[in-house]
């Protein structure tokens, strides 16, 4: 009874540290997402908008 006990304990203390894991991740890419300001956003924008409006070599004419 004790080993079955044990194993839950492992099991439950390894999903706590998953969701650490994750709330780390996920904070760090927001703070790196919050680091630009509106007009390098609004540049970024604008480029990848120029790029995908651009026909490719391999699009139809």
């Known amino acids: 009874m004790r080993q079955r006990m044990r194993w839950w304990k492992v099991l439950g203390l390894a999903g706590l540290a998953g969701v650490a894991a994750t ?3 996920v904070a760090r890419a927001e703070r790196r997402r919050r680091a630009y300001t509106p007009e390098e956003i609004r540049a970024r924008l604008r480029d990848r908008h120029a ?3 651009t026909p490719g070599p391999d699009s139809p004419a």
Request: proline share 0%.
């Open 51 to 53: 790029e995908a409006s």
């Open 23 to 25: 709330g780390v991740v």
